[in-house]
């Protein structure tokens, strides 16, 4: 990724989006990051489409208030800074959006699914493996660099990495995201 990609690139947010600059820029260099992959993939242009708006839409409501983010979110038993995902996907649900499998990647991007096609698994790594973030650099880089030849691999090495994270921090872990372990240990 060439490293002035953020001044390129604009991603375009829906006019609902509440995101700070700071988050904006994540959501760019996730965009930039999944597109790599993308291209490297040879990915077919439907699932590529989905997979670039799971990325640009994941994180629209990262910065809208609790009250917002619970009307939208409904019932989902998440801690708050959980419910973007679940309320981005309610948002896009009302204004017509059908695919299924962007919706689901939005929706649970924060916790997992077992019942993720790639575009969430895609989501779920490119989330993490994003290169703005600042801790295990070259761990993430040297994952991010296998995720085009190595898909699923990365993606069980990814969803490892976040669970050990929570176990360490004695967060609660939600059933989805044993139920994703369970499924690709
Ligand atoms: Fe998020
Ligand atoms: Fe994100």
Do not use: C
Request: overall charge negative; aromatic content about 10%.
């Amino acid at each position: 990724m060439s490293p002035d990609y953020e001044d390129r690139v604009t991603v375009d947010l829906p006019s609902w989006a509440r995101v700070s600059d700071k988050r904006r820029a994540h959501i760019q260099r996730v965009v930039a990051l999944i597109e790599q992959w993308a291209d490297e993939m040879h990915v077919l242009p439907a699932e590529r489409r989905d997979w670039l708006d799971a990325a640009r839409w994941h994180d629209a409501l990262r910065d809208a208030s609790r009250e917002e983010l619970r009307q939208l979110a409904g019932d989902a038993p998440y801690e708050p800074e959980m419910l973007h995902g679940p309320a981005a996907a309610a948002k896009l649900e009302d204004e017509g959006e059908r695919r299924s499998e962007v919706l689901d990647a939005i929706r649970y991007h924060t916790v997992g699914s077992p019942e993720w096609s790639r575009t969430g698994r895609a989501l779920y790594m490119a989330d993490f493996l994003e290169p703005g973030r600042s801790f295990s650099r070259e761990d993430r880089a040297f994952l991010s660099a296998q995720v085009p030849h190595d898909f699923d691999r990365v993606f069980r090495q990814v969803v490892r990495m976040r669970l050990v994270y929570a176990l360490n921090e004695g967060h609660t872990l939600f059933p989805e995201t044993v139920q994703l372990w369970n499924s690709i240990r």
